[in-house]
């Protein structure tokens, strides 16, 4: 039981602190796999339900471009439609001489109240129709009737012309036209689905247009989808222009993306453009806008590149941000479903500060019992030299030492009680090692052991409270070598 207690306390003093440093690699270990795993497993849910989004929101386009085209077709194909248009183009006809003016042709008002039931009912704001030579020779606006080519509008009119019905990406408008709050200007955001009309023989003669507010119904699809609080979908033209609003437009005003007037949209008038740092958190590039480079997500949609990304990248506010885009070369614009880093792994981030502080925690803690140990074996030595010098080992008196060995001190003593004169070997304070202990047990217990007349008899062996390890036996006085 001695031999137990005291290995015992000296593996205690030794070696305590090792278990918490294990404790600590193996949390590292685990906390990496962990948080990995974790990590990959949120990586995979966020790709999956961005993706998914994606599809989503591009069905639903598609369904609503579908519909529009749909309807800018029955329009197209009405025959009340088609025979006012063959009176207009025989009115516009280079050939023709009249004294009417085109725009002033009875033809006119009654093709606007043939359209004017339809652009009710699915809110048009306006009509244009187009001759094979690109002039317009009807609209809503009188005084687009008569212009020719406009460059605006030659983006699209020929893929019209040529047989396909087709919805626009939203453009500034080329006339003065209310806006969404009302207030007559130029440049108001616009888009045409266009339809082409035919003649007896099935050959295209004109193109049908009906204009569309893109900041209604179409901006609409594009904000019901979004992931979290941070999160919004959008569309964008090849430039990288937003062609329909953010849900962040006040806070884009703050942050010197939009004039800070009360009605400004982002619809046309942010690009996505890559700030290089965090405008939300104060950073302010030292480069003009327009010389900025498209956002990561922006400039892969344009050259054509769906994808996910969900390691990050910055979005147009500078923010670290995760998401998901595809391009739609039919319609010619990008879809993009976005949403804060920050947002996104929340819950990684909590893991992993607590994870951190259960880390830090327990590292202090090793580095505390280890200092707590040093120190502790200090004091013991110190305690053990200062037992020495006293002259007193338990119950028995020092008088002078005899010798030093490898790992020994003899010393001249007596029993405090029995007064005999006794050797007391005792093992050096300065090497107290499991080993040092053993070989010191196996010296006493061997030399107990021998009956002989010339060995001496082991008289007692144990530890002082200091921790001394030691053992009398008989003292045989003589002289030394």
């Given at each position: 039981?001695?031999?137990?207690?005291?290995?015992?306390?000296?593996?205690?003093?030794?070696?305590?602190?090792?278990?918490?440093?294990?404790?600590?690699?193996?949390?590292?270990?685990?906390?990496?796999?962990?948080?990995?795993?974790?990590?990959?497993?949120?990586?995979?849910?966020?790709?999956?339900?961005?993706?998914?989004?994606?599809?989503?929101?591009?069905?639903?386009?598609?369904?609503?471009?579908?519909?529009?085209a749909t309807i800018c077709e029955l329009e197209a194909n009405s025959l009340a439609t088609r025979e006012h248009v063959y009176s207009l183009l025989e009115l516009a006809a280079p050939d023709r001489q009249s004294t009417v003016a085109l725009s002033d042709a009875p033809p006119q008002k009654?093709?606007?109240?043939?359209?004017?039931?339809?652009?009710?009912?699915?809110?048009?704001?306006?009509?244009?129709?187009?001759?094979?030579?690109?002039?317009?020779?009807?609209?809503?606006?009188?005084?687009?009737?008569?212009?020719?080519?406009?460059?605006?509008?030659?983006?699209?009119?020929?893929?019209?012309?040529?047989?396909?019905?087709?919805?626009?990406?939203?453009?500034?408008?080329?006339?003065?036209?209310?806006?969404?709050?009302?207030?007559?200007?130029?440049?108001?955001?616009?888009?045409?689905?266009?339809?082409?009309?035919?003649?007896?023989?099935?050959?295209?003669?004109?193109?049908?247009?009906?204009?569309?507010?893109?900041?209604?119904?179409?901006?609409?699809?594009?904000?019901?989808?979004?992931?979290?609080?941070?999160?919004?979908?959008?569309?964008?033209?090849?430039?990288?222009?937003?062609?329909?609003?953010?849900?962040?437009?006040?806070?884009?005003?703050?942050?010197?993306?939009?004039?800070?007037?009360?009605?400004?949209?982002?619809?046309?008038?942010?690009?996505?453009?890559?700030?290089?740092?965090?405008?939300?958190?104060?950073?302010?590039?030292?480069?003009?806008?327009?010389?900025?480079?498209?956002?990561?997500?922006?400039?892969?949609a344009v050259s054509g590149k769906s994808g996910v990304d969900v390691n990050g990248y910055r979005d147009y506010r500078g923010v670290p941000s995760l998401g998901a885009w595809t391009w739609i070369p039919k319609f010619q614009m990008g879809l993009a479903v976005e949403i804060d880093i920050?947002?996104?792994?929340?819950?990684?981030?909590?893991?992993?500060?607590?994870?951190?502080?259960?880390?830090?925690?327990?590292?202090?803690?090793?580095?505390?019992?280890?200092?707590?140990?040093?120190?502790?074996?200090?004091?013991?030595?110190?305690?053990?030299?200062?037992?020495?010098?006293?002259?007193?080992?338990?119950?028995?008196?020092?008088?002078?030492?005899?010798?030093?060995?490898?790992?020994?001190?003899?010393?001249?003593?007596?029993?405090?009680?029995?007064?005999?004169?006794?050797?007391?070997?005792?093992?050096?304070?300065?090497?107290?090692?499991?080993?040092?202990?053993?070989?010191?047990?196996?010296?006493?217990?061997?030399?107990?052991?021998?009956?002989?007349?010339?060995?001496?008899?082991?008289?007692?062996?144990?530890?002082?409270?200091?921790?001394?390890?030691?053992?009398?036996?008989?003292?045989?006085?003589?002289i030394d070598l």
């Open positions: 039981m001695s031999r137990s207690l005291t290995r015992t306390g000296v593996f205690l003093k030794r070696q305590l602190w090792v278990f918490p440093i294990f404790a600590v690699v193996v949390l590292a270990v685990l906390g990496f796999f962990l948080h990995r795993s974790i990590e990959t497993t949120m990586k995979s849910n966020l790709r999956g339900q961005m993706q998914t989004l994606l599809e989503v929101q591009s069905a639903m386009l598609d369904n609503w471009f579908k519909h529009q009654l093709l606007q109240k043939e359209l004017a039931p339809a652009m009710s009912a699915h809110d048009f704001a306006g009509y244009f129709v187009v001759d094979r030579n690109h002039q317009i020779i009807s609209s809503s606006h009188s005084e687009l009737i008569g212009r020719k080519e406009l460059p605006e509008y030659e983006s699209f009119l020929p893929r019209a012309i040529a047989g396909e019905t087709l919805i626009t990406t939203p453009f500034p408008s080329v006339i003065l036209q209310k806006d969404e709050f009302g207030e007559v200007r130029p440049g108001v955001p616009t888009m045409f689905v266009c339809a082409p009309i035919r003649d007896a023989s099935f050959q295209v003669v004109a193109v049908l247009g009906l204009r569309i507010r893109p900041e209604k119904e179409f901006t609409r699809i594009m904000q019901m989808g979004r992931i979290g609080a941070s999160g919004e979908t959008y569309a964008f033209d090849k430039t990288g222009t937003l062609i329909s609003n953010s849900r962040f437009d006040e806070d884009l005003k703050l942050l010197g993306l939009l004039p800070d007037r009360k009605r400004s949209r982002s619809l046309l008038n942010l690009q996505l453009r890559d700030p290089g740092g965090d405008l939300t958190a104060g950073f302010r590039p030292l480069t003009h806008r327009e010389d900025l480079p498209l956002t990561k997500l922006a400039a892969a920050a947002e996104a792994y929340r819950p990684l981030i909590v893991l992993r500060w607590t994870f951190w502080g259960l880390f830090a925690l327990l590292g202090l803690s090793s580095v505390g019992l280890f200092v707590f140990t040093v120190i502790v074996a200090r004091l013991r030595r110190q305690a053990q030299r200062a037992e020495i010098q006293s002259k007193k080992l338990g119950q028995y008196r020092l008088e002078k030492k005899l010798g030093v060995g490898a790992m020994g001190i003899v010393y001249k003593g007596h029993h405090s009680v029995l007064r005999r004169p006794t050797a007391i070997k005792m093992l050096n304070v300065d090497k107290v090692n499991e080993v040092s202990i053993e070989r010191f047990e196996r010296e006493v217990q061997i030399t107990s052991q021998l009956n002989h007349p010339n060995t001496v008899a082991i008289y007692d062996y144990g530890r002082t409270d200091e921790g001394v390890f030691y053992y009398a036996m008989e003292y045989l006085d003589g």
